[in-house]
């Protein structure tokens, strides 16, 4: 599945993934923005690996900030913004 978000004032925000039994799998975040330290891509895909599906955007933005490693600086995306693009994935799934 495939979702993307263009952030407000930001960048656009790609999320790949497939639902393997109602659970977020095989998550890549990608896109135009810019992430600091280069481990925080990493640690946000697999934050939410195994998420439920029936988690709501509130939720699935906190799953990302709190996988953030500290100090962490994000350009042009936000924890919220991904929410968006998962949500719209799993939408365009459903649709």
Do not use: C, W
Not at 27 to 34: E, K, N, P, R, T
Not at 37 to 66: F, T, Y
């Amino acid at each position: 599945m495939h979702g993307e978000y263009k952030m407000p004032g930001g960048k656009l925000v790609v999320i790949d993934l497939d639902v393997r039994e109602d659970h977020l799998a095989h998550v890549q975040l990608s896109g135009d923005f810019f992430l600091e330290p280069d481990q925080a891509l990493q640690a946000i895909n697999r934050a939410l690996e195994g998420r439920s599906i029936e988690l709501d955007d509130d939720a699935l933005a906190d799953v990302v900030r709190d996988a953030l490693p500290p100090g962490t600086v994000m350009y042009g995306i936000s924890p919220e913004a991904i929410a968006v693009a998962v949500r719209r994935a799993l939408l365009a799934e459903a649709s």
